[in-house]
């Protein structure tokens, strides 16, 4: 089955624990909602999905973020609520789009 023209998909609220790599094959996606799961950590091809506007990510068990999310430049609205970060990568600065980010619940214990 190919996705190509799909531009949202929102998987919130179910029990997935990881992502497929074929992810990476929806290149005109601007809007992924992947809260309320049990995500401990992203595949890489999340990074080349440059067309994200939104990545709702708040409530899994994501304790790292790579400074590849620097590659997603035209994010809107990032959350990353209910996770346990305890830092976030420095890159995250190139998100110059970037209207809203959530970070609450988590356990940060500084800022880039």
Known sequence: MSLT????????????SS????IGRLP??????LGNNQITELPDEIWGLTTLRALYLGYNQLTHLSSRI???T???VL???GN????????????TELRGLN??????ISLP
């Open 28 to 33: 005109v996606l601007q809007k992924l909602g």
């Open 5 to 16: 023209a799909l531009r949202e998909l929102g998987v919130n609220d179910n029990l997935l």
């Open 19 to 22: 992502l497929p790599q074929e």
């Open 74 to 76: 035209r994010l809107q």
């Open 70 to 72: 620097g590659a997603l």
């Open 84 to 95: 346990q970060l305890t830092l976030l990568p420095s890159r995250i600065g190139r998100l």
């Open 79 to 81: 959350s990353l609520a």
């Open 103 to 108: 970070l609450s619940h988590n356990r940060l």
